[in-house]
């Protein structure tokens, strides 16, 4: 779960400014200058580049209570595009006063990396899963990984077609092995919740 949003990003003095965007509307392109980073208050922000030979790849989706653009903090020009995936809202950190603030508050600097530090582990997770060449395998583990403490459910706020491209799987694979999962007594499904089942 993500921390809580007073925690995402250090705040000083005045509260940040709110966006709201649209469904669809695009906070940022890859190429602009790099001013701000963000924190998402309700929705789902998007994060994607574009590639030299056309196609497009998403790199993150950010969530409520999560921060994204931190590397503008060391960048002159954002690299990718920020798209709101369903009407949302943001908070806008100015890039300069966080540096001054994360120069004289070790608190606030420490808590920032600590965050950072979360986030690379998630991404290594994520890596490594694609490196598990079973898709039952692979979807098992992803579960797993994904339940929260002490649960046996994984409640997921988006599509299952985006859960899959997440993976690297296909739509087709991904829900063609969780009815597997499910015909073989591995889990049980009610939308977009899946229960893990005892024993496995």
Partial sequence: MPQPLQSAL????????????????TLFRQGDAARNIYAVTRGRIRLIRHLDDGGTVTLHIARAGESFAEAALFSDVYHCDAVADEASQVTIHAKDA????????????????????RQVMGLRSRLELRN???ARD????????????GSDSVSFDRP?????G?????????YRTLAGLEKNGRIERNGRIVRILSGV
């Fill in 10 to 25: 250090p705040v000083s003095g005045n509260t940040p400014p709110v966006k709201i965007l649209n469904k669809g509307e």
């Fill in 98 to 117: 966080l540096l001054k603030t994360f120069k004289s508050d070790k608190h606030a600097a420490t808590g920032f990396m600590a965050r950072l530090a």
């Fill in 132 to 134: 598990i060449r079973s």
């Fill in 138 to 149: 692979r979807v098992m583990q992803f579960l797993l990984l994904s339940r929260e403490d």
């Fill in 160 to 164: 299952l077609r985006e859960v899959a």
């Fill in 166 to 174: 997440e993976i690297g799987l296909s739509h087709e694979a991904f």
